[in-house]
């Protein structure tokens, strides 16, 4: 019989009450079926917008984030780090200190997620080894330079002027060997400043100059840029 | 040349609201009657009749033009009547003579019944739901063998046999007279 009709079956059932549905039923449908036109279709449609409207948002924030992290993390971690044990200034005050101590932790958190190469890891090394000390550092430091204030006050108040302009004071070579102090100060802050030649350069006319002068472990790793070695 | 109804609701489900409106005009009547020959009452059918259409409304971001758009559409009917059944507590999964009845008309009627057309009409009433809903699949839709069989979630060879079992009692309606 497959889909074989009989004919006098189906005219039988043609014959039947004409049924319509009625026009209110017609309206209904039709104003659903236009309303729902201008929407778009179905749920899945919507879901995917919102889907990716929201990883394009994820995707914008983290961009953000990482373009405002990176410049911590690609100033020289070493510029970061050394700046916690740039010698301070009298008028540094401990507020100052503290914020910047902070923004080395930060750094040496931030440094292995957002520059994980080797360079970035071993100044990340040399800035934990460094902060380690850094408060014995800094006591030696203000001691010092309490004790130069004191014995040179003119001497501070140059010093002061030098790390106001850094890079005229750091880049201009001495004429004549001057206060072995002060120029430890000023190969430490090279240093600190990531202008390694340079340190380099006037660490070796330091020491044609003055070949036998005693650096204290601290000292060494401030002008040399390495860790201290073992306390002796 | 008309288009098909699958290229309506391709359209439809593009944003084109008129296709809807061609593919209502051309289906409403059948499928009304469809609905409205399956169950008692006339308001119940009504509210089957508009539940299927905003199902095709809601679904047509779903809908591929696998198959013939009346399949579907009876598919999509065939799945609301049932559960109109189930929830009156009708029993679906017999098959042929061993089928749950359906609305058995008044004897009495059946009997001062004149007219053959009426006499057809009561045995239609008087089939188990599921060879109603193959004859008029078959009648309405005019869905073949394998469609009533796709849209009912069956096989081939139930369908065909409810919708044998089902034109052989309308003919013995017919042929009491």
């Known amino acids: 019989m497959d889909d074989e009709r009989d004919p006098r079956l189906t005219k039988h059932y043609r014959e039947l009450e004409p049924l319509e549905p009625p026009r209110e039923l017609d309206r209904k449908i039709l104003a659903a079926a236009r309303e729902a036109a201008v929407r778009p279709a179905g749920r899945h449609r919507w879901y995917y917008s919102l889907a990716a409207a929201a990883t394009l948002v994820f995707a914008v924030a983290l961009t953000l984030h990482v373009e405002r992290e990176r410049p911590d993390a690609e100033m020289s971690p070493t510029a970061s780090v050394r700046g916690e044990i740039k010698p301070a200034t009298p008028a540094e005050s401990k507020p100052a200190a503290t914020a910047q101590a902070k923004s080395a932790d930060s750094a040496r958190e931030e440094i292995p997620r957002f520059a994980p190469d080797p360079q970035a890891a071993a100044a990340a090394s040399r800035t934990e080894a460094l902060r380690s000390e850094a408060p014995q550092m800094r006591a030696e430091q203000a001691e010092r330079r309490a004790e130069r204030a004191a014995a040179e006050p003119r001497a501070a108040a140059d010093q002061a002027k030098a790390m106001a302009m850094p890079s005229r004071a750091a880049g201009a070579p001495p004429a004549a060997p001057e206060n072995p102090a002060r120029w430890l100060e000023r190969i430490a802050e090279l240093r600190s400043r990531g202008r390694h030649a340079e340190a380099d350069r006037e660490l070796a006319a330091f020491r044609k100059a003055y070949p036998d002068y005693p650096l204290s472990n601290v000292m060494r790793e401030r002008v040399e840029g390495t860790p201290a070695p073992a306390a002796q | ?177």
């Open chain 2, 1 to 177: 040349m008309e288009a098909p109804d699958e290229e309506l609701m391709r359209a439809y489900r593009n944003g084109d609201a008129a296709a809807f409106e061609t593919l209502y005009a051309r289906h409403r009547a059948r499928l009304y009657r469809f609905v409205l020959r399956s169950v008692k009452s006339r308001a119940v059918g009504e509210e089957l009749f508009q539940e299927i259409w905003l199902r095709v409304i809601e679904s047509r971001a779903r809908y591929t033009a696998q198959a013939r758009f009346t399949t579907w559409l009876y598919t999509i009917a065939h799945n609301l009547l049932v559960d109109h059944w189930r929830k009156r507590g009708l029993t679906l999964v017999a098959l042929e003579g061993d089928e749950a009845p359906g609305s058995s008309p008044d004897p009495a009627d059946q009997t001062q019944a004149r007219e053959s057309l009426e006499r057809f009409a009561a045995a239609l009433q008087a089939l188990p739901p599921l060879q109603r809903e193959a004859f008029l699949l078959h009648e309405e839709g005019e869905l073949s063998v394998a469609e009533i069989a796709a849209a009912t979630g069956s096989n081939e060879g139930a369908a065909k046999s409810r919708l044998r079992y089902a034109m052989a009692k309308l003919k013995a309606a017919m042929s009491d007279g």
